[in-house]
């Protein structure tokens, strides 16, 4: 029972799945038999069992004070996570003295004794014995699977590296997280991933140029991965899941700097469900966890190492959404920039990164051209991250229902319906521009009266030439 | 040894008369004052004793009881010093009882004898008992507006003694306004340069009493155009003018020189202005607020947002309702405050300029920042305007050359008078006063414009509540062409862009 859910994707979804044997039984030549008369781990006969079997003390080792990315990463590297939790009880495994300069998370099992011995955690950079209790002290006070069988139940499941279900791309990531907690299906990963990332304060333009992004990727089979922050990331997330009800579409993925059940920023508790129902959300935040300010940049680096092309949409000079960027570049991962209006502060960080070399794409047919996948040939052959099969379908099913971004056909008709406007929508249209515009400015640019500007205004958003958010008018691209 | 003269004495905007009443009696001497004076009015003993002795009169060494009657009202201020003094001369026998008979007396003493201007003289004219009153000689033309035939005024109180025992006659009134200087008409509509909307905004709003609520960043002429709005409005009526005297005076506002206030005023108060300051009250001196200064004309509310929201919401049940009752354990008083708001504030805490995505601010502070706004207080502003600074070609522009000429606040205002007279015509003294069950008798559609108003509500851009404020809205505008009848697409499409959305409330519901 690994997630208690009805979307179980392994035992059914993925060929790879149970049948190859359990990687975390494997190293080590630990054994296991005497593991069940001390903590009830192993002694099971059932493989596929045992890793489920090891899940709560994945997860419980996340949860030690000071065991962050790093330090968990290390040791899941060398010992299973039900040796590392027998060698914690035995007090063969202690708390690493660890990096200076972290703030620590306190230990959190959610049980009454282990919140009483949060108190005397101080700083992580102080040494082990000042900073609380030790992992042993902690290990002997709580019972890893009585604490996990609950975040079980409520579908989260983990899964580390060395499980047949962890992250095929990130695998090999130089940082790559030592435990990820999940919900709702891993096997959208396995489709070709795509980063839309961008700013919380993005324009009226930038979002819905995610949206469309994010809508197009998604109904093109590709999983869109975002941090679903407000903004840029929300919208490509609430794109990709307007054609979740497509049977060709990609769920999305939401990487959270918070726990996986704690929806953040709350705005989007809403969003976050619906990507846990289409999709999945994986963090390294033990859930139940708010989110730290540092895991901000961390979770950025895992949305850069799940990705085959990273996308900015907007970003503000010195933004979050650049530091993913980075990660990519760090990791040799493709990166692409939209452009943006040069006098748009939304658009400062990434047209800087444009500048700095990145290329520039308009839309999803542009990242898929990237990705050398041909949509609209039919010769798909998305990178082979994934044995071919079961979820890949005919690409001419992908186009979703509502109708696609016009730079895909390159349509002739740009600038067509704006050609048969008349004189006054012309000078409407031509004074608002492509920067929000306030309906004032119309007015003083056109020396049309209040009433025939603001009519004009309606006729035109009504034929979608322009659009309004609150009180600003912008264009909206000729379609 | 016993005298009574009649005084009054100021709360809220009206005076109450008052009998100042003084007992001279044998016995160690002594100065007592019954009849809850608060301390200003305890003090006078030493200003009259102080006055009567630098005037030559005699400090009587005497026991003396002053009661100022009724004693059920708590008195306050300095203007009781005379009537005081007068009775304590009757009652020693240093004026004849007879001679002081048939007259009232307001006026604060000056140690050498002098007779000080107080604040309210309007009112508490109004309100003394008396054939005829004495007054400061300083206050004498205000004093004349109410009653121009009664009112006396002496300079001093050695000079009002001789008057009194007939040595001297009294002095003749100069109630002429010096030189008609006509009220500063304040600054013109044409400085403005481009806004069209915000013109147009100013312009209904003077025209229909809307009140008008301007958002756009620093520097994009909200201040500016709502320094013009009280220059549009009609001067006021004498009847008005006298009440919005009145209330200066008894606030101790500074009055123009031809005392009669003929203009709209316009308070702008500071955003750090207290509740009390601005609805009226006080602890003794129940004293007009800024709200009621600014009756029959303009409050200003500048830099809204950062007004406290607490005193922002005491504002919402007087727009309602043209008055204001100010409660106090002593007292009740009914302040009046028919205002027209115009109020301006920044779009969010940084002043963005660009519209979305090009503001700086936390995404938390731009909401707290909104909220201070209620959305009752919002959903009051008839007119929601949005502007921003003028296109740089707009500002430079010469005003011979490619620039439209722009109309100066004499041209609107006589369309504004215009407009306003139509809406009288209806009984009605603006089109924002107009009843809803009015509303179709007054501003019917024409079919577009009923059209266009049920796909809005439809899309739920516009709340019921909105909809009967766009139609008064959408009737100034028609008013102001001067165009009776059905109410046409263009009126409610112009009322409607005069509402915009800010702080993404849709109508004033967030």
Redesign the interface.
């Known amino acids: 029972m690994s997630a208690g859910r009805g979307d179980q994707p392994e035992p059914a979804d993925r060929p790879d799945g149970r049948d190859q044997p359990d990687r975390d039984d494997q190293p080590d030549g630990h054994d296991h038999g005497d593991a069940g008369d001390q903590s009830g781990v192993g002694g099971h006969p059932d493989r596929s069992d045992r890793a489920d079997r090891a899940a709560p003390f994945a997860a419980a080792l996340a949860a030690l004070p000071g065991a962050g990315p790093v330090v968990l990463e290390q040791i899941l590297r060398d010992w299973t996570p039900e040796d590392a939790w027998r060698r914690i009880l035995d007090g063969r495994l202690a708390r690493p003295r660890p990096p200076t300069g972290l703030v620590e998370e306190q230990p959190d099992f959610g049980l009454p004794g282990a919140s009483r011995s949060r108190s005397g955690s101080g700083p992580y950079a102080v040494g082990a014995s000042e900073a609380g209790p030790s992992w042993q002290q902690v290990a002997r006070r709580v019972d890893p699977r009585a604490w996990w069988a609950r975040h079980a139940a409520a579908g989260i499941g983990v899964t580390w590296a060395g499980r047949p279900d962890y992250p095929a791309a990130l695998v090999d990531d130089p940082e790559r997280p030592g435990v990820l907690f999940w919900r709702g299906d891993l096997g959208h990963l396995a489709r070709p991933c795509v980063a839309v990332v961008g700013t919380r304060r993005a324009t009226h333009d930038g979002r819905s140029v995610a949206f469309e992004l994010g809508r197009d990727l998604a109904a093109a089979g590709i999983c869109v991965v975002s941090g679903l922050a407000l903004g840029i990331d929300g919208a490509a997330h609430a794109g990709a899941l307007s054609v979740a009800s497509c049977s060709s579409a990609t769920g999305p993925a939401g990487i959270a700097a918070s726990g996986v059940d704690v929806p953040y920023p709350r705005r989007h508790a809403g969003l976050w469900e619906q990507v846990v129902s289409s999709g999945v959300m994986l963090s390294e935040t033990l859930p139940g966890r708010p989110p730290h300010a540092w895991r901000f940049p961390a979770r950025n680096r895992i949305i850069a190492g799940l990705a085959a092309l990273v996308v900015v949409v907007e970003s503000h000079a010195g933004g979050g959404s650049l530091i993913t960027a980075d990660a990519a570049i760090a990791r040799g991962i493709e990166v692409r920039v939209v452009p943006g209006p040069v006098h748009s502060s939304a658009s400062a960080g990434s047209n800087q990164l444009l500048y700095d070399g990145p290329g520039p794409v308009r839309n999803a047919q542009d990242v898929l051209d990237a990705l050398g996948i041909f949509n609209d040939s039919g010769a798909t052959s998305p990178r082979p991250r994934t044995p071919p099969g079961s979820r890949q379908s005919h690409p001419g099913a992908r186009m979703p229902p509502a109708p696609g971004p016009a730079g895909r056909q390159g349509r002739p008709d740009l600038g067509s319906r704006a050609a048969s406007l008349g004189r006054e929508a012309t000078a409407v249209l031509d004074a608002v521009g492509w920067q929000p515009t306030l309906l004032s400015q119309v007015v003083d640019r056109t020396g049309l009266s209040v009433g025939a500007a603001s009519q004009t205004l309606d006729t035109l958003e009504a034929t979608g030439l322009v659009s309004r958010e609150e009180s600003w008018w912008v264009r909206s691209s000729d379609r | 040894v016993l005298a009574s003269v009649p005084s009054a004495i100021l709360i809220g905007v009206h005076g109450t008369p008052i009998s100042v009443e003084v007992h001279v009696s044998p016995g160690i001497p002594s100065f007592t004052v019954v009849g809850l004076p608060d301390a200003s009015c305890r003090e006078a003993r030493d200003r009259v004793r102080a006055a009567m002795l630098s005037s030559g009169l005699q400090w009587p060494q005497r026991r003396v009881t002053v009661n100022l009657a009724p004693t059920g009202v708590r008195k306050s201020g300095a203007g009781l010093d005379l009537p005081i003094a007068v009775a304590l001369l009757a009652a020693d026998g240093q004026l004849r009882v007879e001679a002081v008979a048939g007259f009232a007396f307001i006026g604060e003493l000056g140690l050498d004898g002098s007779i000080r201007g107080v604040p309210g003289v309007l009112p508490l004219v109004d309100a003394v008992r008396a054939a005829r009153v004495v007054v400061p000689a300083r206050c004498a033309r205000e004093a004349a507006l109410v009653r121009p035939d009664s009112v006396r005024a002496a300079p001093s109180l050695r000079s009002l003694v001789a008057i009194v025992r007939g040595e001297e006659g009294w002095p003749r009134l100069d109630l002429d306004p010096p030189g008609v200087a006509a009220d500063a008409a304040g600054p013109d509509l044409s400085d403005v340069r481009?806004?069209?909307?915000?013109r147009?905004a100013v312009e209904v709003a003077a025209a229909g009493g809307h009140h008008l609520l301007l958002?756009g960043p620093p520097g994009a002429g909200k201040t500016m155009l709502a320094e013009r709005v009280p220059g549009l409005l009609p001067p006021l009526e004498l009847k008005q003018a006298i009440e919005v005297t009145r209330i200066h005076s008894a606030a101790g506002v500074a009055l123009p020189p031809g005392i009669l206030i003929r203009r709209p005023p316009m308070r702008a108060p500071h955003h750090s202005a207290s509740p009390v300051a601005l609805i009226g009250g006080g602890s003794t001196l129940m004293r007009p607020g800024e709200l009621s200064c600014a009756h029959h004309g303009v409050l200003f509310l500048d830099e809204l947002g950062e007004f406290p929201s607490d005193v922002l919401d005491t504002l919402r049940q007087p727009l309602e309702e043209g008055h204001v009752l100010v409660c106090r354990a002593r007292a009740s008083v009914l302040f009046p405050a028919r205002v027209l708001l115009v109020a301006a504030m920044n779009a969010c805490p940084c002043g963005r300029e660009?519209?979305?995505?090009?503001?700086?601010c936390r995404?938390a502070a731009r909401f707290r920042y909104a909220a201070r706004v209620s959305g009752p207080l919002l959903d009051r502003f008839d007119l929601r305007?949005?502007?921003?600074r003028?296109?740089v070609a707009?500002l430079l522009a010469v005003e011979q050359t490619d620039r439209?000429m722009v109309e100066s606040t004499e041209v609107v205002a006589r369309r504004v008078a215009a407009a306003r007279s139509l809406a009288a015509g209806r009984g009605m003294s603006c089109n924002a006063a107009l009843p809803s069950d009015r509303l179709d008798e007054v501003a019917p559609l024409q079919p577009a414009a009923r059209r266009l108003l049920e796909t809005r509500l439809r899309q739920g851009r516009l709340s019921a509540r909105g909809l009967h404020r766009v139609r008064r809205v959408a009737r100034t505008?028609a008013d102001l062409v001067g165009r009776e009848g059905p109410l046409t697409?263009?009126?409610v499409?112009?009322a409607?862009?005069?509402r915009?959305?800010?702080?993404?409330a849709e109508d004033g519901t967030r």
């Open positions: 481009g806004q069209a909307l915000g147009l958002v660009g519209g979305p995505g090009s503001c700086r995404d305007v949005m502007v921003d003028p296109d707009e439209p505008l697409l263009d009126d499409c112009s409607l862009a005069l915009a959305d800010v702080f993404g």
